[in-house]
T-cell receptor, first 113, second 113 residues
Framework: SQTIHQWPATLVQPVGSPLSLECTVEGTSNPNLYWYRQAAGRGLQLLFYSVGIGQISSEVPQNLSASRPQDRQFILSSKKLLLSDSGFYLC????????????FGEGSWLTVV | DQQVKQNSPSLSVQEGRISILNCDYTNSMFDYFLWYKKYPAEGPTFLISISSIKDKNEDGRFTVFLNKSAKHLSLHIVPSQPGDSAVYFCAATNSGGYQKVTFGTGTKLQVIP
């Protein structure tokens, strides 16, 4: 069966510090990978998605970037965090192709202070 | 542009009664729809989906109805249980080419014992 894990689960970072959230998927090959953010009082906002190694699509202009160095690894990064980057970040995957159910990781709480 | 809308931010229902959560979409290219349930500080869990070739899909206590002409779908939970209390997200995608899934803003369901 397929599993998805992301870490760290929670982190508190000062403004201006870097960020790295990591996500890995097991039990499948060539998945679509996604980073979503849920800000307080808002829905799930798609930040990035990837259909293959090195292929990243950005949905919103922001202070964040994503990379996919390996088939089942997806990394969310920032060089300098802003207060507005605080939120609940979710990694997700779906089967290759389109129109498939996506499955979420456990989420990572980021508080920028 | 919010392509998937959940106009009711919250809903309270008595235990044992029916819960009806509604969702509207604007993009006529969407043809695959999903419902997720989310507890605080956890990743969303997939509940049920429906393809546009159907108008109803049932799984246990959960039934999703799709009205393509009205671009409207709803999730029925019968009977409602206290453990159903969570935020429910409606989502939509296109099986013919979209790699991403668009989410609504969520409806917080409270089932009162």
């Amino acid at each position: 069966s397929q599993t998805i894990h992301q870490w760290p689960a929670t982190l508190v970072q000062p403004v201006g510090s870097p960020l790295s959230l990591e996500c890995t998927v097991e039990g499948t090959s060539n998945p679509n990978l996604y980073w979503y953010r849920q800000a307080a009082g808002r829905g799930l906002q798609l930040l990035f998605y990837s259909v293959g190694i090195g292929q990243i699509s950005s949905e919103v202009p922001q202070n964040l970037s994503a990379s996919r160095p390996q088939d089942r690894q997806f990394i969310l990064s920032s060089k300098k965090l802003l207060l507005s980057d605080s939120g609940f970040y979710l990694c997700a995957w779906s089967m290759t192709g389109s129109g498939n159910t996506i499955y979420f990781g456990e989420g990572s709480w980021l508080t920028v202070v | 542009d919010q392509q998937v809308k959940q106009n009711s931010p919250s809903l309270s229902v008595q235990e044992g009664r029916i819960s009806i959560l509604n969702c509207d979409y604007t993009n006529s290219m969407f043809d695959y729809f999903l419902w997720y349930k989310k507890y605080p500080a956890e990743g969303p869990t997939f509940l049920i989906s429906i393809s546009s070739i159907k108008d109803k899909n049932e799984d246990g206590r959960f039934t999703v109805f799709l009205n393509k002409s009205a671009k409207h779908l709803s999730l029925h939970i019968v009977p409602s249980q206290p453990g159903d209390s969570a935020v429910y997200f409606c989502a939509a995608t296109n099986s013919g080419g979209y790699q991403k899934v668009t989410f609504g803003t969520g409806t917080k369901l409270q089932v009162i014992p």
